[in-house]
């Protein structure tokens, strides 16, 4: 049985997924009242026009939700705080399914979870993936982070299922940054999309936010060629020229002067203060990163962050 801790889209997405490669799933869902009209209805009002298959369990019994192995599908962060409320959860491997940076100790979901529970064998599912591709069954790939070679494997065969191809990597760094930091530039994008500067530039800002991403991953260790796969490169393309990107549609409302949903998590919003905190401290130069802060933090038009880019030095590429 595979256990899956939030039943947000994403988590009933992986929860239908597995569900039809006939695995048992226990989808774990915070609210009692939610979880019944789920069990009920077999159907979770965030992925429209989806059934549950009959194999998937859920509930809002924390005890009998888990199993050897859990993913945690709930926003980056309130993954500290799901940790920390159910120590129980350690000698288990737990495999983040979020992503960004967690504020104040700008640590990644990997690092969150061995910080608070050092028992656990931690991992990251992450890459180009939106929940109702996954739940439609559409093909997807994504990149299973995790340094327990063993583990890794036997999670891979696991999770592999007709739509969805689990590439295995121990670079959990580089895949949780690059999960993380293309949510930033997906902003950056929208933005620039949503004020009219055109596909041009935001073909510039996804080309220099990848050599943003790369300059962070190396500097704290990661391998440059995990950020060329599915969990940087891959997510970044989707993640940027999609409205079905969160990251991205909150970029656009921010470029038109629009209001944006509030109920609506938007993980690169936190990350970029995060990365860019961090990236100050050592000296990292992620200068769209920056400038998105600016925007969200009212310090800076959005005009003049896209001129203040344009006027630096000249240099080579």
């Keep these: 049985m595979i256990s899956i801790l939030g039943a947000g889209a994403f988590g009933t997405a992986l929860a239908v997924a597995f569900a039809r490669n006939g695995t048992p799933v226990s989808l774990w869902a915070r609210d009692a009242v939610a979880a ?37 599908a709930v926003p980056m962060q309130k993954l500290r705080g799901l940790l920390e409320t159910h120590p129980e959860l350690s000698g288990h491997t737990l495999v983040a399914c979020c992503k960004g940076v967690e504020l104040g100790t700008q640590l990644g979901p990997v690092a969150v979870i061995r910080d ?3 028992d ?9 993936s939106f929940a109702s591709d996954i739940a439609r069954g559409l093909p997807t790939a994504l990149t299973l982070a995790i340094a327990d070679d063993t583990a890794g494997k036997a999670l891979q065969k696991n999770l592999t299922s007709p739509n969805i191809r689990i590439y295995r990597t121990a670079d959990t760094v580089g895949a949780e940054l690059g999960g993380a930091l293309k949510n930033v530039i997906a ?44 969990s940087g490169f891959g997510d970044l393309t989707l993640t940027c020229s999609s409205e079905q ?6 970029g656009l409302s921010l470029g038109r002067g629009e209001d944006f949903d509030p109920s609506v998590t938007v993980e690169g919003a936190a990350t970029a203060r995060a990365a860019d905190a961090r990236a100050k401290s050592m000296d990292i130069d992620m200068p769209i990163t920056a400038a998105v802060v600016a925007v969200l933090d009212g310090g800076l038009q959005i005009r003049d962050a896209m001129e203040m880019l344009l006027a630096r030095p000249p240099k080579e590429e």
């Excluded at 009002?45 to 809002?60: C, G, K």
């Design 36 to 72: 019944k009209t789920m069990q009920d209805t077999r159907q979770n009002t965030r992925l429209p026009n989806v059934n549950l298959p009959e194999t998937v369990s859920v509930t809002a019994d924390f005890a009998s939700a888990i199993a050897d192995v859990v993913l945690l």
């Design 245 to 250: 990107s969160r990251n991205y549609r909150f």
């Design 187 to 230: 902003i950056a994008c929208g933005i620039a999309i949503g004020a009219g500067f055109g596909d041009s530039a935001r073909a510039a800002l996804m080309t220099r936010g990848y050599a943003e991403m790369q300059r962070m991953a190396r500097a704290l260790g990661a391998q440059p060629e995990t950020l060329s796969g599915l």
């Design 120 to 128: 656990a064998t931690p991992g990251i599912l992450t890459g180009p």
């Design 116 to 118: 608070v529970l050092p």
